[in-house]
């Protein structure tokens, strides 16, 4: 029952991921009642008693989930649930319905197993949000739309998203300071033999990329707080507020 529970999950994995429903009601889906399929491909539609804001919403699902959905109803389905009838739609390998909470288990164990973290149905639709609001501001409702939350909901995303590359850009900012001034910091403080062993890494920090026994010549670095002078103490603090 291995490989059929896998057509099974990447079914859930898949509606999960490309539209970004609840967990309670992907758990709920009864075939021909919020899922059903015509010429076009299939139609998932939630009614009101099966969202949590109690306002009903459907959606077309993507193509590209007919083949698995059409594998799993017409082959794996009818194999797992045996002589059972029940028009739930998905099914343990015992035969018996899933409860409501368990997709979200299956889409925990299953993002353990194939990508190595364990996350589940929410983080999911927090990545639709996310990708909504760093592609455009005008995404924003959309994601709302589809999510069936709130637009102020999208739109408090979309302002935490563009907060963050603002600050990659501030990041990518300052390496470039970094390595534009690096000479001139290495003459200020007396890094001897290092000019020209400076690379800037990924968080925006400037690597001493000098051999190692030019590293290890360099005199230990010391606080202005090591010294024993307070008048060296103050003489710095001074120095430190004019840059």
């Known amino acids: 029952a291995g490989g059929m529970l896998a057509i099974r999950d990447a079914a859930i994995m898949g509606l999960f991921a490309v539209h970004g429903p609840r967990n309670k009601s992907v758990g709920s889906m009864r075939l021909c009642e919020q899922l059903q399929r015509d010429s076009l491909g299939f139609s998932v539609c939630f009614g009101s008693m099966d969202m949590k804001m109690r306002i009903a919403h459907g959606f077309r699902t993507q193509r590209e989930l007919m083949e698995v959905f059409d594998f799993y109803i017409n082959e794996i389905r009818p194999k797992l649930a045996g002589q059972r009838p ?29 990508f190595g973290a364990a996350e589940g ?68 403080y007396g890094w001897r033999g290092t000019l020209g062993h400076t690379s800037c890494t990924s968080n925006g920090s400037v690597a001493n990329t000098a051999p190692k026994d030019a590293r290890q010549a360099e005199p230990p670095a010391r606080t202005i707080f090591e010294s024993r002078d307070p008048g060296l103490i103050g003489h710095a603090a001074e120095e430190e507020d004019g840059f």
């Open 121 to 188: 149905p929410n983080w999911l639709r927090k990545c639709l949000r996310t990708t909504a609001s760093l592609e455009g501001p005008e995404y924003a409702l959309d994601a709302s739309e589809v999510l069936a939350h709130s637009p102020e909901v999208s739109i408090r995303h979309y302002v935490k998203a563009q907060a963050s590359r603002a600050v990659e850009r501030h990041g990518v900012n300052l390496a470039k300071l970094r390595r534009s001034t690096a000479p001139l910091a290495a003459s200020a």
């Open 86 to 114: 029940t028009d739930m739609l998905w099914i343990g390998f015992r035969g018996e319905p899933l409860q409501p909470r368990d997709s979200g288990k299956i889409v925990r164990r299953r993002c353990q197993d194939w």
